[in-house]
C-alpha cells in the first residue's frame, strides 16, 4: 500500500473491496491519482511491482471483456475529469479520459455542438471508457464510430512514458494513427489519460417514427429500404418486429425523410407511429446495457441481420431461454439479452460457428463473471491474431494492463 | 548487386514482362510525385496477383533484400523512393476488382486497381467511393491505402481509413495475412486502422475491402469570389460555425486563380483575392435552405459574387479547376512544390499570412488552392530548378510553412504522408517516446524493417542523392 500513498497521498488510497471486484477479481489497493503525473509514477510503481493494472473510469462497462487473469491495482482515473480545450471554431475538443460524458457535453452544447456518439449506460460512461470498450449506439449508423471521431490519444505507457499519437486537428497522417489502435482495447495497450475529438454541429430538428411489421423478416427488410431511401437515417434499429428510425437535419430534409419512411412502410402493411426521438434513440442505445444473465452481440453484414435473427431466435427456443435482440442494421450490429445464464454457453456454441460462416462474429459483450468462466467471450479474431500478440508485446512485454482481458487471453 | 539466380527466380514468378531492369526504364522509378530527391531501385517487379506478391516477397525474405512498394507513383512525400532497397514492387498490374456487394455497400478490389475505378465500377448502383484525392484518375487503391489519402469531399466523408473495412497484407516474409473483412466489428486490436497510412512499412497490401457510399440524391456547387484570402478564410469559419457540413469547402488565392484561367478558360474572377468552391449535398428536401444560410454567410463577409453551378457541365468545369489547379501551374514556373500541412481550421488566415511573409523572406512566389474547410493547406512553392540558391530557398520555406504548422497547433501532412520529404519534421510533432512507440510497433510487422525502408522515422533516415528537379508532371 505505501508506495500508492506516496504518489497520490493517503486519501486517494485504499484497499480493493467486493464492490471494486471485476468480473468477481477483488484488486488488492484502488488508487486515484490526480495527475498525469502521477499517472506516470503509478504505472511505473506497478510495474516495477510487476503488478497487474487495470484503469477505471466511472466503472460502467468493467462487464464487458473477459474476466483478468490478475488484478492488483485498480487505477481510477475519475479524478482526471477536466475539459482541457473545446474549439468550437475548429469543432474539436480535448478531453481528460475520467470525464464523464454528460460534463462533455455540457462544454459542448454550449456552442450548440456535440461528440455524436451514444453509448449503453452514458450517464455513467466516461471519455476513457468509451474509447477503451470502443461503445456505440444507434448513432453509428449515420455518425460513425469511436475510431471515426477520435483525432489524437495521450497514453501513459508501460515503462511510464506518456505517448502521443494522432494529434489535436480534423486531417493528419503524420506517423502511425496509434489512437486506433487503443479504440476497444480495454485498457491492454496502456491508461488513456487524454483524448481529442472532432465534434459536430447539433442538429437542429429530429424526429423518429417506429414501425410495427408483424414479424421479424419483414421488419429486416423495411429496414434494409429505410436504409436505401433519398433521406438517410439519423439512426435505425430493428427490435422484434419493429423498425425505429430517427431522421435529423434540416427542418425540410426532416420532413421529407419522415414522410417517405411512412410511405415507404404503410405500403408493406406496416403500422406507423411517431415516437419521441430521444427517448427512442435512448431506450434504442441502453438495451445492451440493461441488466440481462448475458447480451451476445453478434456482428454481420447489414444484408444477413434478418438471417442473423431468426438463428438466434432458433437456438434460444432450442435452449428454452427468452431472447430480446435489437439490431443496429446499417452497421449489422445484432445484440441479444438471454433473460437465464445456464443456457448462454449452449447459445454460443450454437450461434458463433453460424456467425463466423457469415464472415462475422459473436462476442459476449457482458455477462456475469460465472458465465464468462464457462466460454470464450471474444470468438475468433481472426488470422490477425499473432500480429495482435506481437503489438501487445511491444507496447506491453510485462503484460501489466489488465492482462487476460482481451482476445486470445491477451 | 542483385544475384542472377535471384532475378531469374523472380521472372519465373512475374513472367519476363513483369520484370525491369534496364537503365533507361528505370528512370521512370526514380521518383514519384515528389522530384526533389530521386534514386533508381535495381530491379522493378510487377507481380499479376497477390499471390505473387507472396512469392516475391518470400523470395526477397530468404536474401534478406530490402524492398520499397509502388503503386501509380502519383505519391507525394517520396513515400515510393527506393532509398537502400534495391527492389521496387509495383502493384499497378494487380486491377481487378473482385466483388461489388451493393447490397451491403462494399467492393473488394485488387491494390492496383485506380481510385477512380472503382466508383466507375458502382455508379449503376447509386453508389460511391468516397475518399477523391485530386489524382484519383490515375493513383491506386493500394497507394491510398499505404498514405490514408484524403482529398476535397473528406471534409464530410471521412479520409480513407474511414473507407477501408479490411485489407490482405503481404507481411515481408512473404505471408498474406488478412486484418478485418467485409463484416465489421471482429474482435480485436484494430490493425486495418494502424496499417491505413503505415505508408509501405508493415509490407504491401494487396487487397482492400472498402465500404460504399450513397450517391446524394442532390448536389450544389457554388463559386464564391472574395477581394481577399482574409475575407474568404473568415468565410469559411462563418460557414463551419453556422452548423453546416458542406460536402467541400475549398480556397484558391489568386495566384492559382490565374493559372488555371489562363489554362483552362472558364471565366474565373483574375482580379479577386480568392475564390471559394463550395460543394452541399445531401437529400433535396434539404439543399436549397443550406445554399441559402451559405450564401447569407458569404453575403456577410463581403463576398464580391457567388456562382452556383446550373448543371452537371458548370458543376464539372469547376471541379476541374480545382484538382487539375496543379497541373496548371506548369505554366507559372518551369517547376513547384506542393507542400502539404494541417492547421487548427480557424487558423487558417495566420498561416496564410504566414506562408506569404516566409515566400517574401525567400524571394518565391508561392500560390495556395487547398482544403480550407479542414485547414488542410496546399501552398505551392514556384522555381526553377536550373537555379540552386533559389532551391535551397524553396526547401528553407517549405520547412518553415511546415514549423509554422506545428507551432499553430497543426501537423505536418495531412494526405500526403511523411515519406523521405518530412522525416527531419517528425521530431517538430512527436517526441522520443512516441517515436519510440512507433518504431516497436514497426518491428511487430517488419523485425529486420526491410519493408520500405528508411522512410517515416527520423533515424532511419539515410543520405539520398539529392539532384536538381526536373520539370515536374502534372498530376
Known amino acids: 500500500m505505501t508506495p500508492w500513498a506516496e504518489i497520490v497521498g493517503a486519501a486517494h488510497v485504499r484497499p480493493g473491496g467486493a464492490a471494486d471486484a471485476v468480473d468477481g477479481v477483488v484488486p488488492r489497493a484502488v488508487v486515484r491519482p490526480g495527475t498525469v503525473d502521477e499517472v506516470r509514477a503509478c504505472v511505473r510503481a506497478a510495474a516495477g511491482a510487476g503488478a497487474a493494472l487495470l484503469a477505471r473510469g466511472l466503472g460502467a462497462h468493467l462487464d464487458v471483456g473477459a474476466p483478468p487473469a490478475r488484478l492488483d491495482v485498480l487505477l481510477d482515473v475519475a479524478r482526471l475529469a477536466r475539459v482541457l480545450d473545446h474549439r468550437a471554431g475548429d469543432m474539436t475538443v480535448t ?180 415516437v419521441d426521438p430521444v427517448a427512442a434513440r435512448g431506450r434504442a442505445a441502453d438495451m445492451p446495457g440493461e441488466p440481462a444473465a448475458a447480451v451476445l452481440r453478434a456482428g454481420v453484414l447489414p444484408g444477413d441481420v434478418g438471417a442473423a435473427l431468426r438463428d438466434i431466435d432458433a437456438a434460444a427456443r432450442a435452449a428454452g431461454t427468452a431472447v430480446r435482440t435489437l439490431a443496429h442494421v446499417a452497421c449489422g450490429v445484432v445484440y441479444a439479452a438471454v433473460a437465464a445464464e445456464a443456457p448462454v454457453p449452449r447459445l454460443v456454441a450454437h450461434l458463433r460457428p453460424r456467425m463466423e460462416a457469415r464472415g462475422g462474429s459473436l462476442v459476449v459483450e457482458r455477462a456475469a463473471p460465472g458465465v464468462k468462466r464457462a466460454l470464450d467471450v471474444w470468438g475468433d479474431p481472426g488470422p490477425g491474431l499473432p500480429l495482435m500478440r506481437g503489438v501487445k508485446a511491444a507496447l506491453d512485454p510485462g503484460a501489466l494492463f489488465a492482462p487476460g482481458r482481451f482476445v486470445g487471453g491477451l | 548487386m542483385l544475384s542472377g539466380a535471384l532475378v531469374t527466380a523472380l521472372r519465373a514468378v512475374v513472367g519476363d514482362d513483369g520484370v525491369i531492369d534496364g537503365a533507361a526504364a528505370l528512370l521512370v522509378y526514380e521518383c514519384d510525385g515528389y522530384t526533389l530527391e530521386r534514386a533508381a531501385p535495381e530491379l522493378v517487379v510487377l507481380p499479376r496477383a497477390p499471390a505473387e506478391v507472396g512469392a516475391v516477397l518470400r523470395l526477397l525474405a530468404a536474401g534478406g533484400i530490402p524492398f520499397v512498394p509502388r503503386g501509380a507513383g502519383t505519391g507525394l512525400s517520396g513515400g515510393t523512393l527506393p532509398v537502400g532497397a534495391p527492389v521496387m514492387v509495383c502493384t499497378s498490374r494487380m486491377q481487378r476488382i473482385e466483388a461489388i456487394d451493393a447490397t451491403n455497400r462494399r467492393v473488394t478490389v485488387e491494390a492496383g486497381v485506380v481510385n477512380q475505378w472503382v466508383t466507375n465500377a458502382v455508379r449503376a448502383h447509386g453508389l460511391h467511393y468516397a475518399p477523391d484525392p485530386s489524382s484519383q484518375p490515375a493513383c491506386t487503391i493500394g497507394g491510398n491505402v499505404a498514405e490514408n489519402s484524403g482529398g476535397p469531399h473528406t471534409l464530410k466523408y471521412g ?259 511523411i515519406g523521405v520529404e518530412k522525416i527531419a519534421e517528425m521530431p517538430l510533432l512527436f517526441g522520443p517516446d512516441d517515436l519510440r512507440a512507433m518504431t516497436a510497433i514497426r518491428a511487430v510487422f517488419d523485425p529486420a524493417g526491410r519493408a520500405n525502408p528508411h522512410k517515416i522515422f527520423p533515424d532511419a533516415k539515410v543520405c539520398v542523392e539529392t539532384r536538381a528537379p526536373r520539370r515536374q508532371a502534372a498530376l
Open chain 1, 95 to 274: 478531453v481528460e479520459a475520467g470525464c464523464p460524458l454528460p460534463a462533455l457535453a455540457d462544454v459542448l452544447a454550449g456552442a450548440g455542438q456535440w461528440l455524436p456518439l451514444d453509448p449503453p449506460r452514458a450517464g455513467r460512461t466516461t471519455v476513457g471508457g468509451l474509447v477503451a470498450a470502443g461503445l456505440f449506439g444507434p448513432l453509428r449508423a449515420s455518425q460513425g464510430r469511436v475510431r471515426d471521431l477520435l483525432l489524437g490519444v495521450r497514453v501513459v505507457g508501460a515503462d511510464g512514458a506518456l505517448v502521443a499519437g494522432g494529434g489535436r486537428v480534423v486531417k493528419n497522417v503524420a506517423g502511425y494513427d496509434l489512437p486506433k489502435l487503443h479504440v476497444g482495447a480495454l485498457g491492454t495497450l496502456g491508461v488513456l489519460v487524454e483524448a481529442t475529438f472532432k465534434v459536430r454541429p447539433r442538429p437542429p430538428c429530429g424526429r423518429a417514427l417506429v414501425a410495427a411489421c408483424g414479424d421479424v423478416g419483414a421488419a429486416a427488410d423495411l429496414a434494409l429500404a429505410a436504409r436505401d431511401a433519398a433521406v438517410e437515417p439519423f439512426w435505425l434499429v430493428l427490435e422484434g418486429e419493429r423498425v425505429s428510425v430517427g431522421f435529423a437535419g434540416v427542418a425540410e430534409e426532416v420532413a421529407a425523410g419522415a414522410a417517405a419512411m411512412r410511405a415507404l412502410a404503410e405500403r408493406r402493411g406496416a403500422r406507423v407511429a411517431d
Open chain 2, 159 to 417: 479520409v480513407t481509413t474511414n473507407h477501408v473495412l479490411g485489407v490482405e497484407l503481404a507481411l515481408p516474409t512473404g505471408d498474406l495475412v488478412q486484418l478485418g473483412g467485409a463484416v465489421e466489428d471482429r474482435p480485436g486490436y484494430d490493425l486495418v486502422g494502424l496499417a491505413v497510412g503505415a505508408e509501405g512499412t508493415f509490407g504491401i497490401v494487396t487487397r482492400a475491402t472498402l465500404r460504399l457510399v450513397r450517391t446524394p440524391e442532390g448536389t450544389r456547387t457554388l463559386l464564391a469570389v472574395f477581394d481577399s484570402v482574409e475575407a474568404a478564410s473568415e468565410a469559411v469559419s462563418g460557414i463551419i460555425a453556422d452548423g453546416i457540413v458542406p460536402a467541400a469547402l475549398e480556397m484558391m488565392d489568386r495566384l492559382m486563380i490565374g493559372a488555371v484561367e489562363v489554362a483552362y478558360r472558364v471565366g474565373l474572377p483574375v482580379d479577386a483575392g480568392a475564390v471559394l468552391l463550395i460543394e452541399l449535398d445531401g437529400p433535396a428536401a434539404g439543399l436549397e435552405p443550406q445554399v441559402a444560410r451559405v450564401e447569407r454567410v458569404c453575403r456577410a463577409h463581403g463576398v464580391r459574387e457567388i456562382r452556383v453551378a446550373r448543371d452537371e457541365a458548370e458543376r464539372a468545369a469547376l471541379w476541374k479547376c480545382r484538382k487539375r489547379a496543379f497541373g496548371a501551374v506548369g505554366r507559372l514556373a518551369p517547376n513547384y512544390c506542393t507542400q502539404d500541412g494541417v492547421v487548427p481550421r480557424t487558423r487558417v488566415p495566420e498561416i496564410l499570412r504566414r506562408i506569404a511573409a516566409a515566400g517574401e523572406r525567400h524571394r518565391l512566389r508561392i500560390g495556395n488552392v487547398f482544403h480550407a474547410g479542414d485547414g488542410n493547406i496546399h501552398p505551392i512553392l514556384l522555381f526553377d530548378a536550373r537555379d540552386p540558391d533559389e532551391v535551397r530557398r524553396v526547401l528553407a520555406a517549405g520547412r518553415e510553412i511546415l514549423e509554422a504548422c506545428v507551432e499553430l497547433g497543426g501537423s505536418l501532412t495531412g494526405e500526403h504522408g
